[in-house]
Nanobody
Framework: QVQLVESGGGLVQAGASLRLSCAASGRTFISGAMAWFRQAPGKGREFVAGIKGRGGSVYYADSAKGRFTISRHNAENTLHLLMNNLRPEDTAVYYC???????????????????WGQGTQVTVSQ
């Protein structure tokens, strides 16, 4: 049984940093992709960042470029998202997602991922 468990969320002030982590168990996704999505109150799910297993290519939403860094540790089967210079508009529940056979063009597409974590709340105050 595959499980993804996120951690690291919290309440911070604008300009602060947070590091989210996602621990995967049950299988590895070395040949696939892992990603972070977020959902703010009243809004749809939004792609934040993704990383391919083979080669480690990374992809970012425009809102994340220059501020967020995604990384994965294949040996530990973990995914991380370092978020710097947080803004109030970054407030959302952040979800870890994983899937095998995710092609490059589908990395930002939530439907490409078979496995999801329960989410971790990130709240950024003014």
């Amino acid at each position: 049984q595959v499980q993804l468990v996120e951690s690291g969320g919290g309440l911070v002030q604008a300009g602060a940093s947070l590091r989210l982590s996602c621990a995967a168990s049950g299988r590895t996704f070395i040949s696939g992709a892992m990603a972070w999505f977020r959902q703010a109150p009243g809004k749809g799910r939004e792609f934040v960042a993704g990383i391919k297993g083979r080669g480690g290519s990374v992809y970012y939403a425009d809102s994340a470029k220059g501020r967020f860094t995604i990384s994965r540790h294949n040996a530990e089967n973990t995914l991380h998202l370092l978020m710097n210079n947080l803004r109030p508009e970054d407030t959302a529940v952040y979800y870890c997602a994983a899937g095998s056979g995710v092609i490059t063009s589908s990395v930002p597409n939530g439907d490409a991922y078979a496995y999801w974590g329960q989410g971790t709340q990130v709240t950024v105050s003014q």
